[in-house]
């Protein structure tokens, strides 16, 4: 009998710790309802964005937060931080390449991935994968297949800014890698395989592109690696609003065409939970989907300032904190080694 492969989901984590929050959540369900075998989360943070200005690094500060939360919603959230370890990306590598500094810091996941080997004593031979997804990629776990020949890539319906926007064309993002092939290739390869590798049949997720505020979006552009979109119309706060409103891709892309989808939200019971738990509700909205009174205790999102997290992220020199009772492992991935 061929045995249960051990999963390690591997994503990048910048400002959208929301998102990291419906990962574990839904992780952390497959793993209690379903027994999904999760080995680890991997996750790498950056010090310095795409565009290679530097930022607060907010993973730690959010995990302690959520760890501490007493809300009934988080505790499949809270079940995963054991199973974190978090690489940090001392970029950047480039002042001008965003997709140098991208490269590197995806790259870096690699780090996280062999370390979850030596500890967790996984070789080649065992069956094991890695989910390669960014961290607005949710697979649904329980859909993964039980056995992976070779890698895959799934095939996600593609929203924009809400459920109520979906592109006509499916996102295939997600990578699926089998251990024993994993360290073959740079985690960057694998990424960009993935509009080349068989599809995984039967692999269900989705792609939540832009559900940000307008004020959020613009900042995410102006840090991205596609950087010959920083600029007017494109990071105009109202124009970014009307593209929401109304169905429009933001940059104006006759390849982009937008459908609205008013029973999304009915399709992906798995998912909608948890994206209000962690408080996204309010871009998900669909005019069919039922609004839910606000939750006050809901856990801060938003990043601390840049000061604040810097003079922190001296005090502990780049390593993760310790949350009792679910503590988390780091590892640190310097840009010179990517």
């Known amino acids: ?27 952390g369900r ?165 509009n080349i590798l068989p599809e995984a049949i039967g692999v269900e997720g989705v792609h939540a592109s832009y559900f940000m505020s307008p004020a959020d979006i613009r900042r995410k552009l102006q840090s991205f690696s596609h950087q010959e979109f920083n600029r007017p119309p494109f990071t105009d706060v109202k124009n970014i609003a009307a593209c929401i409103r109304e169905g429009r891709d933001l940059f104006g892309r006759r390849s982009v065409q937008l459908q609205e989808d008013a029973g999304a939200w009915r399709r992906l019971a798995w998912l909608v939970p948890w994206i209000r738990a962690f408080g996204l509700a309010h871009v998900v909205q669909s005019p069919a989907m039922p609004a839910r009174k606000k939750d006050t205790r809901a856990i801060d999102h938003a990043p601390p300032s840049l000061s604040s997290a810097t003079a922190s992220c001296q005090e502990r020199g780049r390593h993760s904190i310790e949350l009792a009772p679910w503590p988390t492992r780091s590892c640190t991935s310097a840009s010179s080694s990517s």
């Not at 009998?1 to 998102?19: E, P, S, V």
């Not at 939360?69 to 505790?75: A, I, Q, T």
């Open 1 to 27: 009998m061929t045995a249960q492969l051990r999963w390690i989901l591997a994503t990048l984590c910048a400002d959208d710790t929301a998102w990291l929050g419906v990962q574990l959540s839904v992780w």
């Open 30 to 194: 497959a793993r209690a309802q379903h027994g999904v075998d999760v080995a680890a989360v991997v996750v790498a943070e950056g010090t310095h964005t795409f565009r290679g200005t530097p930022r607060p690094l907010t993973v730690d500060a959010w995990a302690q937060a959520l760890a501490q939360s007493r809300r009934p919603e988080d505790r499949m959230a809270q079940s995963m931080l054991g199973h974190m370890v978090r690489v940090t990306w001392t970029g950047p590598v480039s002042s001008r390449d965003a997709w140098s500094n991208e490269r590197a810091q995806r790259n870096a996941l690699g780090k996280g991935v062999a370390h979850v080997m030596r500890t967790r004593a996984l070789s080649p031979e065992e069956s094991w994968a890695v989910c390669l997804v960014d961290v607005d990629e949710v697979v649904r776990p329980e859909s993964l297949p039980k056995a992976l020949p070779r890698a895959q890539a799934v095939a996600c319906p593609f929203f924009y800014y809400s459920l109520r926007w979906r592109h006509a064309v499916r996102w295939r993002g997600p990578v699926l890698v089998p251990g024993r092939v994993w360290a073959s290739r740079a985690v960057e390869s694998w990424r960009n395989m993935r």
